[in-house]
């Protein structure tokens, strides 16, 4: 049965068709049309593999070309017309394959197909030009041998075969006069054969020429070398040029002394122009004309591999809110404003070893080098800044452009390009951190510390299934009579690296994955789990009441929709009461929070839930909420307290926590202070009302078991 027309195998021979029908016509072959289809069939399966490839091969789409040989498609036409096939029509036919790829890198990924195919093509005519070319040789030698014998019948076989070549064919003297020309050598130059015979061949000395050009050949005329293969230029009368794949051979005389010298030519030309336009293709953006990612590599490996004493320097600019301008206005108008950014950027850069480069999306880079980068990078970086401070003008709309620079300078030779280009790139996100619109120099220390948070933020996921995070305990303390009603659980990392980290270096990367969640429901039932193991070994009710653990919900968690189903069930499973756990949320997290927002708040609350507002005094929230918020306990954040740590106490910092106090009881709500850190400051507070307290001065926190071995020890001491 035949594939689907929208089937995979149904697009693909829709591809394979409308190929054969574009190359059929310039093949050399007995097959039929449908034949020489089914021939390249398998060949547009291996395109369409290598388009939906995780990684490019190169040598994969080389095969292809070679393939098109094989099958006798070695006309140049051949090539032209299967390029512009896979050009026109791979990506369409069989990119829908992979909907998860981005059609513009399907494109560039098209792009240096065509490129490698033409590679694999060119090499392997090259190679069946070789041969043949070695044939025509040995059969030119043969002739000649065979002269001293039956001169006639040999003249006529040689002839055939020096006319009726497709290739150039010249034979000179030793000293280089030209005596013989076939018709397709004159062709080629463009010249008759009066005027080309008799020219001497030291005069076709192209600039382009390889630095052993004429070495090889005069090894060649003195008899110390038969033959060498190179490709060389030459200079036509109506002022283009020739390129040539050129073979020189010697011929001997039957007594083996050096006697002609054969050349065998053929034309590249067009192979070589179509060769550059590839290149051209894969190294520049499509959309803006710069050199691209691939070529600004290139550029920076070269910068980087220069000599003692020569430096660099890079910009690396990222457009502010370029995506409010593609989702409001469109994206052909975001391709619009690209362009014109583009060319103010190539304006910026016009000195000898400066150039810039469109790394994708509204990402662009400038590039310096020389032995005085320290200056003219910042040149640079101020002339890019200013040609973004006129306004682009977009279907009548003025729209003002503003851009995050990051700058990175340096010596070559010491960092690479992957390395440096990092560093750009934080360096960057650090200055569109600190409002954008702005240039920040790159600082080791930064990059450092951005490289570990990285790191921190690939390690997490794992981290949490190996079990390197463990929680230590901070007792809560009663101010009254100094008994212990609970504790705080604080979370920690264990890293394999960087040894024991606090909640501050890797919460909020566990915010911005998404980690938090998992993390989170994971604290909570070791900390309940702790919580059940107290109670069973105290009892349920200590001589100051039931032992209650505090644990930290995060904004995100506060908004995942099982948060309360998930603090049921772990409730449950360990058979604890609701009593038992305290959630703290900050106050920035409640400030101006809906009903929808405090919802599941309410729910924990109505169960037994004691729910405390952390950080109180720090989020400037209008103190009326606290009457619709669900919470019952105020936790008084250490900034207002610091002042008491030494005697007398701050009279202000008395009177906002006097007052705080006082409001938080008239609503019936229980206030915590931490950060207790002196028993001035601990003394003071209960003095004021204040109900529990935590910090180093009752103890620092722990592992469970240290729960009732507090040493009450001044920390100022």
């Not at 050129?246 to 030309?269: H, I, N």
């Not at 002196?678 to 001065?697: H, V």
Request: hydrophobic share 40%; with cysteine; glycine share 8%.
């Amino acid at each position: 049965m035949s594939a689907e027309p929208d089937a995979p195998e149904g697009r693909l021979r829709r591809f394979a068709t409308i190929w054969s029908r574009a190359v059929y016509p310039v093949t050399s072959t007995s097959l039929t049309r449908a034949e020489f289809e089914e021939q390249l069939l398998p060949l547009a399966r291996r395109l369409s593999e290598l388009l939906r490839a995780h990684s490019f091969d190169a040598d994969g789409a080389k095969a292809v070309g070679a393939a098109l040989v094989d099958a006798h498609c070695t006309d140049p036409e051949a090539l032209t017309r299967t390029l512009d096939c896979v050009d026109a029509y791979l990506v369409l036919y069989c990119g829908a394959d992979d909907p998860e790829t981005p059609q513009d890198e399907l494109r560039l990924r098209s792009s240096r197909l065509q490129h490698a195919m033409a590679a694999g093509f060119a090499q392997a005519l090259r190679e069946r030009t070789l041969a043949e070319q070695e044939s025509i040789a040995q059969a030119a030698l043969r002739a000649q041998g065979v002269v001293a014998q039956a001169l006639h019948a040999s003249e006529a076989r040689f002839r055939a075969v020096f006319e009726g070549a497709a290739i150039g064919i010249g034979i000179a003297d030793l000293d280089g006069t030209v005596l013989q020309v076939n018709e397709a050598l004159l062709r080629m130059f463009g010249l008759s054969e009066p005027t080309l015979r008799g020219r001497r061949v030291q005069d076709w000395v192209h600039p382009e020429d390889a630095p052993q050009t004429w070495k090889l050949y005069e090894e060649l005329v003195r008899g110390e070398r038969e033959h060498y293969h190179m490709e060389k230029a030459f200079n036509r009368p109506d002022g283009t040029v020739l390129w040539t794949n050129l073979t020189v051979s010697l011929l001997r005389d039957a007594d083996g002394a050096p006697q002609y010298q054969l050349a065998l030519m053929e034309d590249t030309t067009e192979r070589r122009l179509l060769n550059l336009r590839l290149r051209y293709e894969a190294t520049h953006d499509a959309l803006t004309g710069l050199p691209n990612r691939t070529l600004f590599f290139e550029r920076l490996e070269k910068a980087l591999g220069a000599g003692e004493g020569q430096r660099f320097g890079l910009c690396y600019l990222d457009l502010d809110g370029f995506k409010t301008i593609n989702d409001s206005l469109g994206h052909a108008a975001g391709d619009r404003l690209l362009v014109e950014v583009a060319d103010r950027l190539q304006s910026c850069a016009t000195a000898p070893g400066e150039m810039v480069a469109r790394l994708g999306g509204d990402e662009f880079v400038a590039l310096t080098t020389g032995p005085g980068t320290e200056r003219t990078v910042d040149e640079l970086a101020e002339r890019i800044m200013n040609a973004l401070v006129t306004p682009i003008s977009i279907d009548g709309r003025d729209l003002m452009v503003r851009g995050s620079l990051g700058i990175v300078e340096g010596p070559a030779g010491e960092r690479t390009a992957a390395e440096v280009l990092r560093s750009a790139d934080i360096t960057m996100y650090r200055a569109k951190s600190a409002g954008g619109n702005r240039s920040e120099l790159a600082d080791p220390e930064a990059d450092a510390r951005a490289i570990t948070r990285h790191g921190l933020t690939t390690a997490l996921p794992t981290a949490l299934e190996r079990g390197e995070f463990f929680i230590e305990y901070q007792p809560l303390v009663h101010l009254g009579d100094g008994s212990v009603r609970g504790a705080e659980a604080l979370v920690r990392w264990l890293h394999p690296q960087h040894g024991v980290l606090g909640p501050d270096r890797f919460i909020p990367l566990a915010e911005h994955t998404g980690l938090i969640v998992p993390l989170g429901r994971w604290v909570l039932e070791e900390s309940i789990r702790q919580a059940r193991a107290w109670r069973e070994r105290y009892g349920e009710e200590t001589a100051a009441g039931p032992l209650r653990i505090n644990v930290n919900l995060s904004p995100c968690q506060l908004s995942h929709p099982g948060l309360v189903q998930d603090t049921v069930e772990i409730l449950e499973r360990a058979g604890v009461t609701p009593d038992a756990l305290c959630l703290e949320v900050t106050e920035s997290a409640l400030i101006g929070a809906d009903d929808d927002l405090l919802k599941p708040l309410r729910r924990l609350a109505e169960m037994g839930v004691d729910i405390a507002l952390d950080d109180f005094g720090t989020g400037y929230s209008n103190l009326a909420n606290l009457r619709r918020l669900p919470v019952s306990i105020l936790k008084l954040d250490r900034s207002f307290t610091q002042g008491m740590q030494q005697f007398p106490a701050d009279p202000v910092d008395l009177k906002i926590v006097e007052g705080i106090v006082t409001l938080a009881h008239s609503l019936d709500l229980a206030v915590t202070v931490e950060g207790v850190e002196t028993g001035a400051q601990a003394e003071q507070l209960r003095i004021l009302g204040c109900d529990t307290a935590q910090g180093w001065y009752y103890a620092r926190p722990g592992p469970p078991e240290r729960l009732h071995d507090l040493a009450l020890v001044d920390a100022t001491g």
